[in-house]
């Protein structure tokens, strides 16, 4: 064999090896308290630039679906959660889900990214501060009114998947603790269902276009359901505390994404 093929070879066998050791850091992020997508996405972007942001967009998607799957299940089978607002919510995020990203195509997201950016670090902040905030799980709405608020909640947060999406899943669990009054354990588990029905919704369009690289995807799927596995658990036994530092990380790593969008790309 010549020595570049070998070479050329080698690369594309590290480029796996980094790619797959990625999904495996993202199931386990995204397990614990969603954002996984600020992980692979860009080493996607970084590590495939032949290929479309679509196709980036799709193929993270198919990977990151299952990952999000394995840890719902295994959420449901140690934590349970209220099915009621499960399939409320999930059924409002994957509604305005699909409506914003007819939006995103009138409305430039960079309008709204510095906006966020501040409202993401007063998040942030605030969390720090406050250190019992998703400790105790107290519901601060009882019957209906919890599906309302619970509802409104998936549905903005479907909206913004749509229509910007980084850190989606970690926007949810903040809403579910600071509005619904669910602890980080309960919010984490009832957000990764409601991004997998929403996700689920999206990838059957990536799939009807062909633009998920199954190549890469398989492979990532494999380590993310793995990562998933592990991070759930970890949540499980390590309890609030343990999430509410890697809701913290999660939150850096969103200010940094937007941050770069908003000021680095200037």
């Avoid at 992980?39 to 193929?59: E, G, K, N, R």
């Avoid at 399939?87 to 997201?109: C, D, N, R, W, Y």
């Avoid at 619970?150 to 749509?162: S, T």
């Avoid at 999406?165 to 980080?184: K, N």
Wanted: positive net charge; contains cysteine; proline residues 3%.
């Amino acid at each position: 064999m010549p020595e570049s093929l070998y070479f050329a070879g080698m690369t594309e066998t590290w480029i796996m090896i980094a790619v797959c050791a990625g999904a495996l850091f993202a199931g386990f992020i995204d397990a614990v308290v969603g954002g996984g997508g600020l992980v692979q996405v860009p080493l996607l972007l970084i590590l495939f630039p032949q290929y479309t942001h679509v196709q980036v967009i799709a193929t993270n998607r198919f990977a990151s679906l299952a990952g999000t799957s394995v840890a719902a299940f295994h959420y449901i089978r140690s934590v349970g959660v209220d099915a009621a607002v499960v399939v409320t919510a999930g059924l409002t995020s994957a509604l305005t889900a699909f409506g914003g990203t007819f939006v995103m195509k009138l409305i430039a997201p960079e309008v709204f990214k510095p906006i966020l950016l501040f409202v993401i670090i007063l998040l942030a902040v605030y969390t720090f501060i406050k250190k019992d905030f998703g400790i105790d799980h107290a519901p601060k709405y009882d019957g209906s009114k919890h599906l309302v608020a619970c509802g409104l909640i998936g549905a903005a947060l479907g909206f913004y998947n749509g229509f910007i999406g980084p850190g989606t899943g970690s926007l949810l669990v903040f809403s579910l603790v600071s509005i619904a009054g669910m602890s980080f354990l309960h919010a984490s588990s009832t957000a990764k269902i409601v991004n997998a029905i929403a996700d689920a919704a999206s990838l059957i369009g990536f799939l009807m276009s062909k633009a998920v690289v199954f190549k890469i995807a398989i492979p990532m799927m494999v380590c993310n359901m793995l990562g998933g596995y592990i991070g759930s658990k970890a949540a499980i036994l390590k309890g609030n505390t343990f999430i509410r530092y890697i809701f913290l990380l999660v939150m850096l790593l969103l200010i940094v994404r937007l941050g770069w969008d908003v000021l680095g790309k200037k």
